[in-house]
C-alpha cells in the first residue's frame, strides 16, 4: 500500500533522476541509445540483398532501396547522429562495425542519387572517377567521403585485411555486400566468412593455366595482404589459407600450399552489383 510518504519519497527520486540526467552530455545518450545490431539497416539488408545461386556473390535491389529510401534515410541519420567522443568509448570491434556499416549504407544512398539511370558507381563523380572523394555525408561529427571511411580509418587503424570482404563499392568485381549487418558479436567470424565467399568465387579467384589469377584488389591494396595480420606476410600466405576456395583439385591445392604457382591479376568488373543486371 502506498501511504503519503512513501509517494512523496518515490517522486522526490524521479525528480532527482531527471535532475541528473539533464546534466547528463549528449553523448552519453548517444551511446545508450545506439541500436549496435543496426536492426533498421539489417532489415532494409534482409528485404533487398540476394545471394547469387553460387553464395558467393550477392546483388542489391536498388529499385527496392529506392522505393525505401525514408527507411534508409532514417538509418544514415542515425550513424550521422554519433558523436566521436561516443564512439571513441566503443570497443574495437563496434567501432569497425559501424564504419563498415556507414560504408555501405552511404554507398547504397550515393547510388540511388543517380539510379536508374546509372550502369557504374564509377560515373559518379567528376570524370566518372566515382564518389569516393566526394564529401556527401556526415560522420563522427564533420563532413566525410567514403575513402576518408576506408583509408584513413578501417585500414590504417585497425589494420585488418579483411575488411576488404565488409565494404562494398556497389560492383559486381567487389567482395560481396552482406545480407545482413555487421555487429560487433559477429564481426570476426562475419569477415572470415566474407573472405571465404570471395576466395571460392571463381569468376574473381581461382586457379587456371597454371596459375593462380586473383582479383586486383589484392594488387591494388598489396600491403594490407604483407603486414602478417594472422600468419599473412605476403599473398601467396593468403592463397595457402584458401587452397581449398580457389580449386577443387589437390594436386592445384598442393600447389598454392606450397607456394609455388605465379600469380596474376583479373580484370575488375566495375558494373553495377544491380539486382536486375
Known amino acids: 500500500m502506498n501511504t ?151 585500414r590504417p587503424i585497425y589494420k585488418d585485411p579483411r575488411i576488404h570482404a565488409g565494404v562494398n563499392c556497389a560492383s559486381i568485381g567487389c567482395p560481396a555486400l552482406r545480407d545482413e549487418a555487421f555487429t560487433a558479436d559477429k564481426l570476426d567470424a562475419q569477415l572470415d566468412d566474407g573472405m571465404k565467399r570471395f576466395m571460392g568465387d571463381r569468376t574473381r579467384n581461382r586457379v587456371k593455366g597454371g596459375e593462380v589469377q586473383i582479383n586486383n584488389i589484392f594488387k591494388w591494396f598489396k600491403e594490407d595482404f604483407n603486414s602478417g595480420y594472422r600468419g599473412i606476410n605476403k599473398i601467396e600466405d593468403l592463397l595457402a589459407q584458401h587452397a581449398e576456395q580457389l580449386t577443387d583439385k589437390p594436386d592445384e591445392q598442393a600447389a598454392l600450399r606450397a607456394k609455388t604457382l605465379p600469380v596474376s591479376y583479373l580484370d575488375y568488373d566495375w558494373s553495377l552489383n544491380d539486382v536486375g543486371r
Open 4 to 154: 503519503p510518504m512513501t509517494i512523496r519519497r518515490q517522486t522526490l527520486c524521479l525528480l532527482a533522476a531527471y535532475a541528473g540526467a539533464a546534466f547528463l552530455p549528449l553523448g552519453a545518450f548517444a551511446q545508450a541509445g545506439f541500436d549496435h545490431q543496426y536492426a533498421s539497416w539489417n532489415a532494409l539488408l534482409k528485404k533487398h540483398v540476394r545471394w547469387m545461386a553460387d553464395g558467393k556473390q550477392s546483388r542489391a535491389n536498388y529499385k527496392g532501396f529506392a522505393a525505401d529510401r525514408a527507411a534508409l534515410k532514417t538509418v544514415l541519420d542515425s550513424l550521422s547522429a554519433v558523436p566521436r567522443a561516443t564512439f571513441d568509448g566503443w570497443s574495437r570491434p563496434q567501432q569497425m562495425a559501424f564504419l563498415i556499416n556507414a560504408y555501405n549504407a552511404f554507398t547504397v544512398e550515393v547510388i540511388l542519387t543517380k539510379y536508374p539511370n546509372i550502369q557504374s558507381i564509377k560515373e559518379l563523380g567528376l570524370f566518372n572517377r566515382g564518389p569516393w572523394k566526394n564529401e556527401f555525408f556526415t560522420l563522427l561529427g564533420a563532413p566525410r567521403h567514403l575513402d576518408w571511411v576506408e583509408h584513413e580509418q578501417l
